[in-house]
């Protein structure tokens, strides 16, 4: 993204424009293409036809709500295959799954408003208290189709700060993305690990 751009624009550019536009721009091509079948090459067998789009699915807000649709299907097939690519690759490493926060609406929206809540309500960690309770001390948060582990257990917090702290890049996404843009940091993507 050019770098006039605030964080946010260039976010919602890069990654909510395509799901929001795609569905209606495939809905407008096959009517296009519909409309001008001698531009589909000779090579196409000739039983090969775009059936007619729908006059209703033309209309604005046909395509505004295919867009909305689109964009959930885009958004939940992702998460699947995601999921399924998590499964293969435990099962490749003979690995177990993490425990994950059971949510009782979609993206896990419950579970961030629990963390929300507790900010503004209670002690701060009220909540991940009470999940630790509940999951342990190591489990998955899946708010809004991103996988978030936390752990408490004092053998993993131990190993990265005293033993392996230098080989843990610091936070590559969840610092670098934002501040990068905000700060200028690590432009030449740099390996950055803290220096003791």
């Known amino acids: 993204m ?4 605030s964080p946010g624009v260039s976010y919602v550019f890069s990654t909510i ?6 569905p209606p721009a495939l809905i407008l091509i096959l009517n296009q293409l519909h409309n001008n079948q001698k531009l589909i090459p ?10 007619p789009i729908p006059q209703w699915l033309l209309t604005p807000s046909a395509l505004i709500a295919s867009s909305v649709a689109g964009s959930v299907v885009i958004i939940f097939g992702k998460a699947l295959w995601q999921s ?22 979609p993206g896990g929206l419950d579970v961030l408003v629990g963390l929300l809540g507790s900010i503004e309500n209670e ?6 208290e009470d999940l630790t309770v509940e999951y342990g001390y190591l489990y998955c948060l899946s708010i809004l189709g991103e996988d978030l582990i936390v752990t408490f ?9 005293a033993t392996d702290f230098q080989t843990w890049e610091k936070g590559r996404e969840a ?14 993507k740099v390996l950055f690990l803290f220096q003791s």
């Not at 002690?123 to 991940?128: E, T």
Request: glycine fraction near 2%; charge should be positive; hydrophobic fraction near 45%.
């Open 2 to 5: 050019p770098a006039f751009l």
């Open 17 to 22: 424009a395509p799901k929001l536009v795609t």
């Open 42 to 51: 000779f090579s196409i067998p000739t039983s090969f036809t775009i059936p």
């Open 84 to 105: 399924v690519l998590q499964r293969y690759e435990m099962w490749k490493l003979n690995a177990v799954p993490i425990p994950v926060v059971k949510s009782k609406w």
């Open 123 to 128: 002690y701060a960690a009220q909540y991940r």
């Open 153 to 161: 257990n004092p053998e993993d917090i131990k190993r990265i700060l």
């Open 175 to 188: 610092w670098h993305g934002p501040m990068n843009s905000v700060l200028g940091l690590n432009a030449q």
